[in-house]
């Protein structure tokens, strides 16, 4: 008797054979749609207030320009016209790939440089004493600091560029790698040697993918500020490229154009970031992000 009154209470919650199963994941892609729609809203509401000010003329257009006139600025930069292709003979979406480039040349030059110093300085401790004052002192400097160093060593081409971009995204990764790397669970550690594994098969089989999560985000964080020096990275010689184009346009009061510039360097800015964010929800899938 005590057995199938047993079985029956297991049973009891289950659903019958055959009966559908409740839908899976229906909760969360409401919730995203939710996010989506605050955030179109809010978008919407900003370009109102935009628009609002521009009706108003609390400000003069050369300093506040209309959503139409950078729309304009949009379409002249994105063709030819009046003979003239683009701004100053490339297109935006050129000046924009540019500028990705070396991005990803320098911010990636400088990942890999910070992800082999954070993995030294997190495993051995004398590395870490004589490194970590150099990388504290690089994070704290302005990137215009040492740029026209850089360009008295490297000239007016893409080198000074490109060491900037690297200088700039290393400190974050270092520092994200060797306090993830330092932290290692030490049972998985200790039981990895147990079994005989090397110092190096150690690092790369245990200490690596359990300190991935920081290391993304060290690099998302890498990208974030060399994207946000690129602007200092192409105050010289910086045509074409999104940062020469926005300093070019400065000099001529043309805020449109200005304007059309920070959106194209804060919409591909959002676009990398989503990137590495799904990077980081494949590599490590134990740890999402809303």
């Known amino acids: 008797m005590s057995t199938s009154i047993s079985v029956q209470e297991r049973t009891a919650g289950a659903a019958p054979p055959g009966a559908p199963e409740p839908p899976v994941g229906r909760p969360e892609r409401a919730a995203r749609l939710r996010r989506v729609g605050l955030r179109v809203v809010a978008l919407a509401a900003l370009l109102a207030l935009w628009q609002l000010v521009v009706w108003l003329e609390l400000w003069s257009p050369v300093l506040v320009p209309s959503p139409a006139a950078v729309w304009h600025a949009l379409l002249e930069t994105s063709s030819t016209h009046d003979g003239v292709r683009g701004y100053q003979g490339h297109t935006l979406i050129e000046h924009l790939g540019i500028s990705l480039r070396r991005i990803v040349i320098g911010a990636g030059a400088g990942a890999a440089a910070g992800l082999a110093i954070g993995v030294l300085m997190g495993t051995l401790p004398w590395v870490r004493v004589v490194l970590e004052p150099a990388v504290a002192f690089l994070r704290t400097l302005p990137p215009l600091a040492y740029f026209s160093l850089l360009i008295i060593w490297f000239g007016i081409d893409e080198a000074p ?19 993830a790397v330092a932290s290692a669970p030490t049972a998985l550690v200790e039981a990895a040697r147990a079994i005989g594994a090397r110092r190096g098969q150690v ?25 946000s020096s690129v602007v200092a990275a192409e105050t010289v010689n910086g045509l074409p490229g999104i940062g020469g184009l926005i300093r070019d346009a400065q000099r001529y009061n043309q805020s449109d154009t200005v304007v059309l510039g920070l959106f194209a360097i804060g919409i591909s800015g959002l676009l990398i970031d989503a990137l590495l964010r799904a990077l980081e929800n494949r590599l490590a899938p134990w740890r999402r992000h809303v």
């Open 161 to 179: 560029k490109l060491w900037l971009l690297a200088i700039a995204a290393m400190p974050p990764v270092a520092v994200a790698t060797a306090s």
């Open 203 to 227: 690092i790369t089989s245990v200490v690596l993918p359990s300190a991935l999560p920081e290391i993304l985000i060290g690099v998302r964080l890498a990208f974030g500020i060399a994207y």
